[in-house]
């Protein structure tokens, strides 16, 4: 009798976490979840170093006539598209000397060397070399708050400083 009076106790204090999750969108990445590595950023400079730089500048700020590679006017450009749509872009017009000269991997690199300049963190796995898994993985400017949704239900009133959030269970599901 105990135990199912603590089995329904804990349904009841669980089901509306599960419907909570259960309305979540489904999970995307951004620029912003480490989708590079330092490697192969450091590969991505030699190439943009050979490729680019000419144009578009040393430290990516632009030439005469070639835009920046960083900083907010460039990032303006891109916020809320993807990376697959940066990839493709890059692939298909660059560099403007002869595009499509370079391969998938090199495009890939080089794409990781600009999101290290632009100050996006470096993570564990490469980027992709494919543009439709690059475009699951957005760009944007600002980092978005953590996804910590117990940190959120919390704080919803009249919850305040409930143990629950607490125990190892909750905050291994956060
Ligand atoms: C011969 C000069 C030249 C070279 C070399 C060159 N670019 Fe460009 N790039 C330009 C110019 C000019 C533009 C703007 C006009 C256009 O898009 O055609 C541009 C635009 C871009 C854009 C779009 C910027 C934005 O804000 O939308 C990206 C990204 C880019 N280049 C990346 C690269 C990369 C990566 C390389 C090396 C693989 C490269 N470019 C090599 C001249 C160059």
């Known amino acids: 009798m105990k135990g199912l009076l603590l089995f329904a106790a804990l349904a009841g204090v669980l089901t509306p976490f599960c419907l909570l999750r259960a309305q979540e969108p489904a999970e995307t990445r951004s620029v912003w979840d480490g989708v590079y590595t330092d490697e192969q950023a450091k590969r991505g400079e030699e190439v943009y170093r050979k490729e680019c730089a000419a144009c578009h500048g040393e430290m990516l700020t632009g030439g005469e006539s070639a835009p920046p590679l960083t900083g907010g006017a460039f990032q303006a450009n891109w916020n809320g ?10 692939r298909k017009t660059m560099p403007l000397s002869k595009p499509g000269r370079l391969t998938r991997q090199q495009n890939a690199d080089v794409l990781a060397f600009m999101l290290s300049i632009n100050k996006f963190p470096a993570g564990k796995t490469e980027l992709y070399r494919q543009a439709e898994m690059l475009k699951e993985i957005r760009f944007e400017t600002k980092k978005p708050a953590p996804k910590n949704r117990l940190v959120f239900n919390s704080r919803a009133p009249g919850n305040q400083g409930s143990s629950l959030d607490r125990t190892p269970f909750f905050r291994a599901w956060s």
Not at 81 to 90: M, P, S, V
């Open 81 to 90: 598209l993807t990376l697959g749509d940066l990839f493709e872009r890059i």
